[in-house]
Structures are given as structure tokens and as C-alpha cells.
């Protein structure tokens, strides 16, 4: 993978370059405010970037405006917000604008280097990673509608389990459920959230989105 990674602690984005650079991965350029993550990724058109929430010059919320710029400007990039805060407005923004090749991890609840570079390389394959604490964040702060109120708790427990990219098969394991149990569930989901069959949509992420915007 081409990576550009925005990172204002130059202690973790030094470590982040090695990392990935002895992985086989190429680096092409590491910055330390969105204004120069632009600037980067329009130079060297990566695959992926990594990016944190807050950055200089205000340190609050410019790393993620600056991710849901770059997803507007550079359709086929994939974004991995890397953060030890939770910014939920911008993130839902940038979820809900297109969730393929969209990532969000907090930094203490990475304990493997494994899980993290294989989570970049789903991102930059047009996967949608998130970790499970974003999404009840997400959720938290969602108002829900009256269509979302309609679900029952088992529902909303399959739906936050479906935000987190889990399969039915997982989900059945999680909630000690039966595979046919999951699968009606589902599709309960989907007609309560009004989803129909189609071509040309992914109802999972429709779903996912649905609840968390409503």
C-alpha cells in the first residue's frame, strides 16, 4: 500500500512510518496538520491515510474535516481515523457520506500491530473497520427515530453488531443466537427500517447508517 499518515506527536508518527516501512509498505509522506495532509495526499495520490482527529492549529476537530474533505476530493481513498478522542458529529459525517474504505480506531484499544495493519489493508481494499467503542458512541448520540424505535433490543443489538463489520455467522456467536435466528432478524431490521431488495444498494450499510444518522 501507498500511505500518507497526519500525525502531530512526532514520537507516534515516527513510529507509525517504521512500522508500516518494515511491513512492506510505502510511506510517502507523514504530516503533522490537515492543511499539509492535503497537500500530501494530492502530491502522491495514496491508497490509504491515517489521520487523527485533533490537530494543530486548534487541536479539536481539524484531522477529521480534513478526512471528509479528502473522501469528497479523492473518491477512491481510503481514510483510517486513528484517535484516542471520538469526535461523533464529523465521524457520523463522514460515515454517512460513503462508508466503503472508511476506518475509525482509538489508539489505547489497539493492542496488536497485526490487528492494525490488517485493518488498513481492509480499508484500502473499500472495506468499512470500526471499532466497537466508536460505534456505541455513535449510537449514544444518535437521536432515535420513530421508524429506529420500532426495532426491539435484540434488533439494536444485531444492528450495533452489524456497524462493527460482523458477519451473521459472528453476530449468532456473539448473542448466542441460532444462524436462522440472526438472518430473521435481519430481515426484520431491514423492513422496519423501510430497505427493500436491491441491486444497487447494500442494505447492511443502509442499515447501519440509518441508526446512526436518525
Known amino acids: 500500500m501507498r ?30 496538520d490537515g492543511d499539509a495532509l492535503r497537500e500530501a495526499v494530492a502530491e502522491h495520490r495514496p491508497d490509504v491515510v491515517v489521520v487523527d482527529v485533533r490537530m494543530p492549529p486548534t487541536h479539536t476537530d481539524e484531522g477529521l474535516r480534513a478526512a471528509i474533505a479528502l473522501r469528497a476530493e479523492h473518491p477512491g481513498l481510503g481514510v483510517l481515523v486513528f484517535s484516542q478522542y471520538v469526535e461523533t458529529r464529523y465521524a457520523a459525517e463522514l460515515l454517512s457520506a460513503r462508508s466503503e474504505g472508511v476506518g475509525y480506531l482509538l489508539k489505547d484499544r489497539v493492542a496488536d500491530v497485526r490487528d492494525f495493519v490488517d485493518a488498513l489493508t481492509r480499508i484500502a481494499a473499500g472495506e468499512t473497520v470500526l471499532d466497537p ?11 432515535r427515530s420513530s421508524t429506529v424505535e420500532t426495532l426491539t433490543a435484540r434488533e439494536r443489538d444485531v444492528l450495533a453488531l452489524m456497524a462493527e463489520g460482523r458477519s451473521n455467522a459472528a453476530i449468532a456467536r456473539e448473542l448466542s443466537l441460532s444462524g436462522g435466528s440472526v438472518e430473521k432478524h435481519v430481515t426484520n431490521i431491514f423492513a422496519k427500517l423501510g430497505l427493500p431488495p436491491s441491486e444497487d444498494d447494500h442494505r447492511r450499510v443502509l442499515a447501519v447508517l440509518r441508526y446512526l444518522r436518525s
Open 3 to 32: 500511505i500518507v499518515i497526519a500525525e502531530d506527536s512526532v514520537v507516534l508518527r515516527d513510529g507509525l512510518v517504521e512500522l508500516l516501512t518494515r511491513r512492506g509498505h510505502e510511506v510517502a509522506a507523514s504530516v503533522s
Open 133 to 143: 467503542e466508536v460505534v456505541t458512541r455513535l449510537l449514544r448520540a444518535s437521536a
